[in-house]
């Protein structure tokens, strides 16, 4: 069967778009391969630099906590997490930036990306299970006193209102990063101009020297933002406040109370 699908495959397709295939299959191998050797020695330099912490596989060390648990680390795209803590380092938590240059820095990101997949192929077959066992480690009644106090996230939210059954709604990596993250919601604008008129909408666009919002019934407006007086309202802005002050146990506490609300 596979002779005759080879051969299937020789004849059907054009010479040339066959010598395209094999170069995209080049191209592909190449990067795979380049990403592997770059984990390779992001391996041997997390070892060095943040294995006395967080442990040589980064599951947790004297000092520092498992990485393969963390949000931040899970989150991450292309290390546009990962690199500023290293960079900058977290001094309320006792960690100190790390003097990595750029390439560095790309090499440990690829590692600590490699890990999780490793840690995802040991899961159990169902996803939502694993994703519990590695991110349920907080605790729900810290995550409830932080919800309803410190966090504030209680003065927009209400466990029986918006977020009644919400964890029946996503799994549990999603719910993570939907509290952590969230996204899909735009921002309004009010603009009043000079004679006192108001208009309200969507925000379409905002620069240093123009606005434009599309309002209710799909229109667009632009003026310069010298002429008018803007206000602009930003249903995430608590969000984006809150995530710098998250501590990694509040991060836990915060999803192991929302996986409460069933």
């Given at each position: 069967m596979a002779f005759y699908l080879v051969e299937y495959l020789r004849v059907r397709i054009p010479m040339n778009t066959r010598f395209l295939l094999a170069g995209m299959l080049a191209i592909m191998t190449s990067l795979v391969s380049m990403g592997q050797e770059s984990a390779k020695r992001g391996q041997a330099q997390f070892a060095q630099t943040c294995g006395f912490c967080h442990g040589p596989d980064a599951n947790g060390g004297a000092e520092g906590p498992n990485l393969m648990r963390s949000m931040l680390v899970r989150h991450d795209e292309n290390g546009n997490l990962i690199g500023p803590v290293i960079r900058d380092g977290r001094p309320t938590k006792g960690m100190p930036p790390i003097p990595l240059n750029n390439t560095q820095i790309a090499d440990v990101v690829?590692?600590?990306?490699?890990?999780?997949?490793?840690?995802?192929?040991?899961?159990?077959?169902?996803?939502?299970?694993?994703?519990?066992?590695?991110?349920?480690?907080?605790?729900?009644?810290?995550?409830?006193?932080?919800?309803?106090?410190?966090?504030?996230?209680?003065?927009?939210?209400?466990?029986?209102?918006?977020?009644?059954?919400?964890?029946?709604?996503?799994?549990?990596?999603?719910?993570?990063?939907?509290?952590?993250?969230?996204?899909?919601?735009?921002?309004?604008?009010?603009?009043?101009?000079?004679?006192?008129?108001?208009?309200?909408?969507?925000?379409?666009?905002?620069?240093?020297?123009?606005?434009?919002?599309?309002?209710?019934?799909?229109?667009?407006?632009?003026?310069?933002?010298?002429?008018?007086?803007?206000?602009?309202?930003?249903?995430?802005?608590?969000?984006?406040?809150?995530?710098?002050?998250?501590?990694?146990?509040?991060?836990?506490?915060?999803?192991?109370?929302?996986?409460?609300?069933?």
């Open positions: 690829a590692f600590l990306h490699m890990r999780l997949k490793e840690s995802d192929l040991r899961s159990p077959r169902r996803p939502r299970d694993y994703a519990l066992k590695l991110l349920l480690t907080g605790d729900a009644a810290r995550g409830k006193a932080f919800f309803n106090g410190a966090g504030g996230c209680s003065k927009c939210h209400s466990p029986s209102g918006d977020l009644a059954g919400i964890a029946n709604k996503y799994p549990p990596a999603d719910l993570q990063a939907r509290f952590l993250y969230p996204s899909g919601i735009e921002k309004t604008a009010t603009v009043t101009t000079a004679s006192g008129q108001r208009f309200k909408g969507d925000l379409f666009y905002s620069d240093a020297f123009r606005i434009a919002i599309k309002d209710s019934g799909g229109w667009y407006h632009s003026w310069s933002h010298s002429e008018v007086k803007v206000e602009i309202h930003d249903p995430l802005a608590a969000h984006l406040e809150l995530l710098p002050k998250y501590t990694d146990a509040a991060m836990h506490d915060m999803f192991a109370y929302l996986e409460t609300l069933k």
